[in-house]
C-alpha cells in the first residue's frame, strides 16, 4: 500500500521505527492532493509549505528521540470554520473569502502541540448550511465513490479528502448531522461526541447549542485516536463540560456479548431506502451472532425532530450571523446611498440563497406574536426528544438505525427542492437535539456501489460504548477497508 493509504495507527509505527519519514508521508499527500483533488474540489486551502516545514520539523524530533507527541508526523486536514492562526477561515462563503484567523481554535492547539501536521483547510456547505455541499462559495465537493453524486454536507469536503486518502483523517463540525451524513455517503467514519465533550472556541458559529466538532476517520480505531487529543474541558468554552476524559482506545475491544441494543421503529419508516434498510439489517445479525441482545424500542416523538431542528437551528443562525454586517471584517459591497443600504447590499451579495433562506426563517420564528407559537414551542420538543433518549437508554446501551434514508443522491437531485435537502438529515437531527454522542460506520454497499452507513448513539458522555460495539463490527465486517475506484489517478 502507498502511504497516503494507511491510518493513523499505521503511520504511527512505520514513523516510530523510522522506516519512512514525515517529510515522506507528508510529501505522499500533496502530491495525491495534486493528482485528485482538480476532480473533488475537497481542498479550499492547501498549506503546501507550512505542512512540509511542519514534516521537517517532525522528523528532527524523531531523530532525537525520547517522548514523542503521538501524532508526530501525521497529516490531518481541517473543515474551513474551524480557525487557525494565519490561515483563510471561509466557512465556504463570499462573506469570509479572505478572512484570515487572527488566533488558533483550541482543538487546532490540541491537534498541534501534539505534533499533527496540517496539510489545510476542507471545503463545506456555506456557514454549514446544507446536506450536499453544493452550498459552496467555491463550488461543490464531489463523492469519490461516483462523482455525479454528492459528497454529503456540511463537512462533504472532509469526507470526501478522508475517504479519497487525500489526508490521513480530518475534523468536522456537526450540528444536524454534518459529519455523520457525509461520512455515510462517503464510506469513512464520522463521530459526533457529546455535546460539551470538545471545546467549540474558534469554530464559527452556526447554531451555538448544537454544533460540535468531531474527528472523520478512515477507521474506527483512528476516531479513538483523534478523540484522545481532541476532547476535555476549554477555560475559553464555557460551555465545555468538565467531565472525565478516558482513554477512548481503551474501549476499542471485540466484545458485544450481552450488550442491549436498541432499534427503534421510527427509523424503519416508510421512504427508507430498501438497500439501506437491507445493509442496517445484515449488520443487526452480525450483532446477534456476536451475542449482542437486540431489542425493540421506541423514540416516539422522532418525527418531529426535523421541525423543531430547522426551527431551533435557524432561530440561532439568525442571531450568529447578524455580526457579518460589512463593518467589523468579512465582504463589504458598496454602500450606495447609506449605512442601511451598505447593510442590505452586503448581506444580500456575501451569502448565499440557503443561508439567507435560514435567517429569514430564523428571523421570523424569534420574532413577537411568533416566539411562542415556533421557537418556544421547539425548544419544548427538544426537551420530549431528550427523554425519549434518557427512557431508551434505561433499556438498553446504544441505539442502532440507518445514518440517513438514502445514499448519496446526483448532484442538483435536490438543490430546487430545499424541503427534501433537509430530509437527509432526518435520522441524524435527534442525536443533536438530545445532546448525545453518535457516529456513523459503513456498513455495506448499494448494487450501483455507494456506501450505506449505520448510525450507532449511546447516552451522554458514553462514546466509550460507541467505540466497543462499533469496533467490534469493524472487527468482523470488511465494509471500512474498501476504497472508491479513483480510476483518474
Not at 492547539?109 to 448550511?129: H, R, S, V, Y
Request: proline share 4%; with cysteine; charged share 20%.
Amino acid at each position: 500500500m502507498k502511504l497516503f493509504q494507511l491510518t493513523i495507527y499505521e503511520l504511527q509505527v512505520l514513523l516510530k521505527n523510522r522506516e519512512v519519514t514525515s517529510i515522506d508521508v507528508t510529501k505522499s499527500f500533496l502530491n495525491r492532493i495534486k493528482n485528485v483533488d482538480k476532480n473533488i474540489n475537497s481542498y479550499v486551502t492547501v498549506t503546501e509549505d507550512s505542512a512540509m516545514k511542519q514534516a521537517v520539523k517532525a522528523d528532527k524530533k524523531f531523530k532525537k528521540g525520547g517522548d514523542l507527541p503521538p501524532l508526530l508526523g501525521i497529516p490531518i486536514a481541517i473543515k474551513d470554520l474551524i480557525c487557525i492562526e494565519g490561515l483563510k477561515t471561509t466557512c465556504g462563503s463570499k462573506m469570509l473569502q479572505n478572512f484570515v484567523s487572527s488566533y488558533n481554535a483550541t482543538v487546532i492547539t490540541k491537534l498541534q502541540e501534539n505534533g499533527a501536521i496540517i496539510l489545510g483547510k476542507l471545503n463545506m456547505d456555506e456557514f454549514a448550511m446544507g446536506s450536499s455541499n453544493e452550498n459552496s462559495y467555491f463550488g461543490p465537493t464531489r463523492n469519490p465513490w461516483n462523482l455525479e453524486t454528492v459528497s454529503g454536507g456540511s463537512s462533504g469536503g472532509s469526507a470526501a479528502a478522508t475517504a479519497a486518502d487525500l489526508c490521513v483523517a480530518s475534523l468536522g463540525s456537526d450540528t444536524g448531522g454534518s459529519i455523520r451524513q457525509p461520512a455515510s455517503f462517503c464510506g469513512i467514519v464520522g463521530l459526533k461526541p457529546t455535546y460539551g465533550r470538545v471545546s467549540r472556541f474558534g469554530l464559527v458559529a452556526f447554531a451555538s447549542s448544537l454544533d460540535q466538532i468531531g474527528p472523520m476517520t478512515k477507521d474506527v480505531k483512528d476516531a479513538a485516536l483523534l478523540m484522545n487529543i481532541i476532547c476535555g474541558k476549554d477555560q475559553f468554552d464555557s460551555t465545555s463540560a468538565d467531565t472525565p476524559v478516558p482513554d477512548f482506545t481503551k474501549s476499542l475491544v471485540i466484545n458485544v456479548k450481552g450488550m442491549k441494543i436498541g432499534i427503534p421503529k421510527e427509523f424503519f419508516i416508510e421512504g427508507l431506502n430498501q438497500e439501506v434498510e437491507n445493509n442496517i439489517k445484515e449488520a443487526i445479525k452480525v450483532y446477534k451472532n456476536l451475542g449482542a441482545e437486540c431489542i425493540d424500542i421506541s423514540l416516539p416523538h422522532t418525527e418531529y425532530a426535523v421541525a423543531a431542528y430547522y426551527i431551533l437551528a435557524s432561530a440561532e443562525a439568525s442571531s450568529n450571523l447578524a455580526r457579518y454586517d460589512g463593518v467589523k471584517y468579512g465582504y463589504r459591497a458598496d454602500s450606495g446611498k447609506g449605512l442601511m443600504e451598505m447593510y442590505r447590499n452586503t448581506r444580500d451579495k456575501g451569502f448565499g440563497e440557503e443561508v439567507k433562506r435560514r435567517i429569514m426563517l430564523g428571523t421570523y420564528v424569534l420574532s413577537a406574536g411568533y416566539y411562542d407559537a415556533y421557537y418556544l414551542k421547539a425548544q419544548k420538543v427538544r426537551t420530549l426528544i431528550k427523554k425519549d433518549f434518557d427512557d431508551a437508554f434505561n433499556k438498553c446501551d446504544v441505539i442502532i438505525t440507518p445514518t440517513t434514508p438514502y445514499p448519496a443522491f446526483k448532484l442538483g437531485e435536490k438543490v430546487e427542492d430545499p424541503l427534501q435537502m433537509y430530509l437527509s438529515d432526518i435520522f441524524t437531527i435527534s442525536a443533536n437535539l438530545g445532546g448525545i454522542p453518535s457516529i456513523s460506520i459503513p456498513c455495506g454497499f448499494t448494487n450501483n456501489g455507494l456506501p450505506i452507513g449505520m448510525q450507532i448513539m449511546a447516552k451522554h458522555f458514553d462514546e466509550e460504548s460507541i467505540f466497543r460495539s462499533a469496533f467490534s463490527f469493524q472487527q468482523n465486517t470488511d465494509h471500512h477497508s474498501k476504497k472508491p475506484d479513483l480510476q483518474f489517478f
